[in-house]
């Protein structure tokens, strides 16, 4: 059996560098404290740190609302990507409706450069269920869906075990901890689609259908899953709930920002030393998180970009680095997002011209086709990105990516334009030399019709059989569209 | 009365007196004029004649005569024609017939091609129009100036003579 | 009106309107006569929003919003021609041509397709798009449509419809991105009895039908409404025809009381008995006559015996106004004779969750009750087979194409005398040795007139084509008989 | 269901079908899982496997399809034994592991991404994120989960399932890998049902129990949706485009996934 090797132990965070008024309060990880330790994902090691018991004290015994309060008091945002505060949206939930009330728990985390829930998933998979308790009671829904990606195996596996461990405990089932409250948790497994991280994709692939997001409004709150009221959150988001009920608003308030409270995973990859899964508290500066947890540079390169919040993130380059500080309102100062916490270093050495194009293949591939601008335009982005990379782009060719990506943003149902368009915006923006570098041939309307023409006849076939049918010489007067 | 007609002197209404002629007698007896063309006639005998004899001989035309219609072919030999109609739609003088049918699935990329395709040319304005209607540079014209035949029927063009035309 | 409607009232493009609440920005504008583009939106389908071509601007979102998926609201303010729509509805156009193959000239939707004409509306003038097209399969979906991917848009109006209407399901979406394209599962077909109403509403020329593939071009065809005789719920149809008069396809004709926007296959490829098999002119004793003749035999034979062993039977088919005009004539020519009806028989209903064809294939039983009386034709038809003894005339009004003639209707035709047949086919009853006189008629493309469709609508209709034969509709005749029974009396009279 | 599946679920299988009865408020939504299941059973997802998913979950066999399509990671027919999936995002790709992966594969297996070997034991593809960013490059086999795959650790994996196999790498290497088809079967375009013209309005005549009384269609009784017609030319390719040349895998060309710019 595979395994990953451990993530390196998070460092102790440094004594006191922050730049804020706040007292300094010393952090040391919360969600990611036992990962590292084996058997962490078994119930008996999570009982032995006192796992579930701040289910068993609140379910069927505290007022859900009081729970509602104090997840919005702790100001815990959404971990996944858009960083809406958890405790409002649970606000949010349709009451009174008469359906029943869903909880479905994003564990699909598809953003390239993300591997925050995989850890959760394996090795701590009760602390998850826990929260889904709490998050259960708290909105009072009796069935929680939990959404994993298809290439979770081990965390499948164990999160099926550790809800069947529940289950035979009572902890869910018929009567959760003994109390009038029947719980169902639904571990659902997905098969490769990046769409499915989005919230109403993943609805629509539990519901058993292609993961095709839903058009908003009406948002999930309301009717979501099977037409219900849902709730979807992230599976650190629902991880944090057991700890903020157990230790209140204000333990919560002590680590972050005003906006961003709390702590969140950050997920390093690419050219640092210690590449790995960090929490760190909120509003730590990102030079320190990348020298001082990520180890620093690997040797002999030098920071070019860094990818911030998952691939779909615009980049930042060293000069914003260093104004960066890990918390949702710096980076979106900086034109960027803190996403769901996927930071990805690129050194000096990487060819943007590759890195875009391997990004615009992402979308393409991922695109699920159901709106025409991002079905269409993704594949276009691809293609221009390929010319630039292969070296043989047209003049005009990267204003027409600019065009294309700013066609793209704000015309779909969910946001997968945009978040194919954002990085190449944003490529586009800071490393605009890179593209006009790979520019290699006139402009098109210079080639015109006759050149057209001029092609081969073995050419000509050699395209015929590789295009569409008719694709190369049909006219009706707008032959190039 | 157009109102910038040039100013005359105003005729005399009813006067039926002929005006005098200004030709002088040299020229009224007329047969100086006609020795001169005669000579004219006389030295276009050994001139090269400017007529042709037709249809012995086929004059020669512009590059951008309308001539008769032909069908082109692709690269592989296959007619280009997809039987679009746009020809026939375009046509003024309604003298093309066009039906279609399912090209063979052989023809890779291909749906459609005319089963029938007829010019009458007796019809025909050769306007050109049908050229600047293909979509496919499928019809053009020659520079074969417009036959002579005994029937009727000898004028109506079908698919293979245009495409062998 | 009796449940109240909630009504809110909104402003489109300045315009004050007022519409029900439940209803979208999309079809509150086209109730208004505001057109809104549009290619996955259809009134009888559930929403999809996924062409995103429809956007309008909304007073106070950020962005345009697509106007299929979002519902009115009192106060609401819409624009539908500013620039920011205007910009989004250009870009959305491209995409949806980028991939396309631009194929129009060999694509039969050419002329009546939706990515021309809103290319023109709202399209730009030239592409920018130099790259290699995305490859999607040809495929013959069943035995009456076919599928070009490439053209297709993505639309899901097929799905949706094989989903809700037809409730078959044989239609999915395959593949992810711009790879997607519109399949059925190997070795199922799209065969059921609605399948062609995926070709009307593809907005473009993916789905085509194969009955109709590559026959004309649209523009070279001309229109006229019509009503479908196939069964008796009696589709509003809309009749396409080519320069000669032949009729190409019969599309429905959207009518909410009826048909909604559907059709049966049936209903639509029902028309070849129009143009073959027509019994040309008229018949005596098995040879061709002239009208005169034709008409002074069948007068004689009607007027046997003031009409006492005269019987009239008429079909289910015709037209309450051939109905009428035979009774007309009956009553003058024969008093006595007795009127029935047949029809052809009734089998089960088809039922759809959003359609039914109806078992019942006869488009005017209900006006045959109106006029005739007879409410149930297969019952007179057997009471007529059960009773003995010959029938000196049968007025036989026929008028049903592909007709099988029952062993009730045999033993009826066996026991007549003479028969007077009124058909547009030349077919099996023409050879039946005791038709005296068959005069040719005219089928319901070809005259005015009226069906009663099962839920009591009469649906008046005119011809759509100049009659194909000599024939005469039911009236005319009938009009032209008495004539020549005026003539005779005047000439009896005056001699 | 005219067509009855070849295969039949075991009956542990059903047992767990029926334990996630319960589990979920319609069967519709337990598609996912059962298509996983009939995955798990029948070793990858063949058509008999979609009809079974869509009789167990109520769903048109269609929708099944495009589910199937849909979602990459699902087993195929085409696929090998052994299904090697190299992540190739951005986070893996960088600093050439992606490519070092895929060149060691290329070395033992002679296959390159959207191939397989002709006897079907093993297949290579290129996928999208596997969420393992900070330690590339990321493979998955199967069920399998690796990072860091590359170098000796790829080597020795791969010489571990040959010799289960009891196959060697020169065998491979001589043999000529074959391209994944993942694409679903469609009637050919010019394909005609029984009785049917190519052109030409026809009379409708089957299928409608009035106007078929035993005449026109030779066995009497009318076609009904769900059986398949008989076939004039094989279930092949969709388009006659031959999109399986190799030399086509260009531009997203259909299905196969991950095997673009290859």
Known sequence: ??????????????????????????????????????????????????????????????????????????????????????????????????????????????????????????????????????????????????????????????????????????????????????????????????????????????????????????????????????????????????????????????????????????????????????????????????????????????????????????????????????????????????GSGGITVLHDGVDMMSAIYNTMRFYHHESCGQCTPCREGTGWLEKLAHKHHAGHAHAGDTDLLADVAKNMRGRTICVLADAAAMPMQSYLQLFRPEFDKRVAAPEYVEKGRTARDEITPAAKRESVTHGAPGVLDVGMGMDRV | MSANAPETAPRKSGSHEPLPSRLGWLTRIYIPMILKGMLISLREFFRKPVTIQYPEQKPRVSERFRGEHRLTKDAEGKMKCVACYMCATACPAHCITIEAEAAPPEWEGRDKIPRVFEIDMLKCIYCGYCVEACPKEAIEMTNKIPQVYRTRQEFIYDREKLLSN | ???????????????????????????????????????????????????????????????????????????????????????????????????????????????????????????????????????????????????????????????????????????????????????????????????????????????????????????????????????????????????????????????????????????????????????????????????????????????????????????????????????????????????????????????????????????????????LGIADPAASLKALASETGSIGTLLLVHNIPDFVITPEFKAVLDRSENVVLLDFASGELLRYGNVAVALPTLTSFEKAGTFVNNAGLAQSFEPVMEPATYGLSEAEIVEALKRDVGAATRAGAAA | MAKMPAKTLSSEALRQFHDWVDEYPNKRSMLMMVLRLVEEEFGCIDDDAMEIAADLCGVNVAHVQGMVTFYTHFKRPAHGKHRFMVCATLMCALDGNTDQALAQIRAKLGLKPGEATPDGLFSCEKVECLADCDKPPVIQKDDEHFCSMKGPALDAYIDKLLTAEGKTSEQYLAATPVTMDLRVAVLPVHYNFEGEQNVGARRFDDKDPYFAPGEGSENGSARTTGVPPALKTPLTAPVAGGALNPSNAGHGANGTSGGQHG
């Open chain 1, 1 to 338: 059996m595979a395994e990953t090797t451990p993530p390196a132990a998070p460092p102790a965070p440094p004594a006191s560098e922050a730049p804020k008024p706040k007292p300094v309060v010393p952090f040391s990880p919360v969600i990611l404290k036992h990962i590292h330790e084996p058997n962490a994902h078994t119930l008996e090691h999570y009982l032995a740190r006192g796992g579930y018991e701040t289910a068993r004290k609140h379910v069927g015994e505290t007022d859900p609302a009081s729970l509602v309060a104090i997840v919005k008091d702790s100001g815990l945002r959404g971990r996944g990507g858009a960083g809406f505060p958890t405790g409002m949206k649970w606000g949010f939930l349709a009451k009174g409706t008469g359906k029943p009330a869903y909880l479905a728990v994003n564990g699909d985390e598809s953003e390239p450069g993300t591997f925050k829930d995989r850890h959760i998933l394996e090795k701590d998979p009760h602390q998850l269920l826990e929260g889904v308790i709490l998050t259960c009671w708290a909105i009072q829904s009796n069935h929680a869906f939990i959404y994993l990606r298809g290439e979770f195996i081990l965390g499948y596996q164990r999160l099926e075990a550790a809800v069947k461990e529940a289950r035979a405990k009572g902890f869910i089932g018929e009567k959760s901890f003994g109390k009038d409250f029947p719980l169902k948790v639904t571990v659902v497994r997905g098969a490769g689609a990046y769409i499915c991280g989005e919230e109403t994709g993943m609805l629509s692939s539990i519901e058993g259908g292609r993961g095709y997001p839903k058009i908003k409004p009406p948002f999930p709150a309301v009717s979501g899953l099977f037409k219900c009221p849902t709730i979807v959150n992230n599976v650190e988001t629902i991880a944090n709930v057991t700890h903020i009920v157990k230790n209140g608003a204000d333990w919560h308030k002590q680590w972050g920002t005003e906006k961003s409270p709390g702590y969140k995973i950050f997920c390093l990859a690419g050219a640092v030393k210690k590449p790995g899964v960090y929490e760190v508290p909120l509003g730590i500066t990102m030079r320190e998180f990348i020298d001082v947890y990520g180890g620093g540079m690997v040797e002999g390169r030098t920071l070019k970009a860094v990818i911030p919040g998952g691939l779909s993130a615009p980049l930042l380059t060293p000069e914003m680095v260093d104004k960066c500080t890990l918390d949702y309102e710096s980076l979106a100062g900086l034109g960027s997002m803190l």
């Open chain 3, 1 to 371: 009106m009796t449940a109240e409607v909630k009504m809110v009232n909104m402003k489109i493009d300045g315009r004050d309107v007022t519409v029900p609440a439940d209803w979208t920005v999309i079809r509150a504008a086209h109730k208004n006569d505001i057109d809104i583009p549009h290619y996955c939106y259809h009134p009888d389908l559930s929403i999809a929003g996924n062409c995103r071509i429809c956007m309008v601007s909304v007073k106070g979102a950020p962005r345009p919003v697509v106007g299929c998926a979002t519902p009115v609201a009192e106060g609401m303010e819409v624009t539908t021609t500013a620039a920011a729509e205007v910009e989004a509805r250009k870009s959305v156009m491209e995409f949806l041509l980028i991939n396309h193959p631009l194929d129009c000239p060999e694509c039969d939707q050419a002329g009546e397709c939706k990515l021309q004409d809103y290319s023109v509306d709202h399209g730009r003038d030239h592409g920018r798009f130099h790259e290699e097209k995305v490859r999607k399969s040809k495929s013959t979906m069943g035995p009456h449509v076919k599928y070009w991917g490439s053209r297709c848009i993505l639309c899901t109006r097929c799905v949706r419809f094989t989903d809700e209407v037809s409730g078959t399901g044989e239609l999915g979406i395959i593949y992810r991105g711009d790879r997607n394209e519109i399949a059925t599962f190997p070795g199922r077909v799209l065969d059921n009895p609605l399948s062609m109403n995926t070709v009307d509403i593809c907005p473009v020329g993916a789905l085509v039908s194969s009955d109709f593939l590559f026959q004309s071009r649209v523009w070279n065809l001309h229109s006229n409404p019509s009503i479908c005789p196939g069964c008796s719920l009696g589709c509003n149809t809309r009749v396409d025809l080519d320069a000669k008069d032949q009729i190409k396809r019969i599309v429905p004709r959207r009518n909410d009381a009826v048909n909604k926007e559907w059709m049966c296959d049936s209903g639509r490829l029902n028309f070849g008995y129009v143009h073959a098999g027509r019994l040309q002119k008229p018949k005596l004793g098995g040879a061709d006559a002239t009208w005169k003749e034709a008409r002074r035999a069948a007068l004689e034979l009607l007027a046997l015996n003031g009409g006492a062993n005269t019987v009239a039977l008429i079909s289910a088919w015709n037209t309450s106004e051939a109905m009428a005009a035979i009774l007309d004539l009956v009553a003058v020519e024969s008093p006595a004779a007795r009127i029935f009806g047949y029809g052809n028989p009734v089998v089960a209903d088809q039922v759809f969750p959003g359609f039914t064809i109806y078992g019942d294939k006869n488009p005017n039983r209900a006006g045959m009750e109106q006029v």
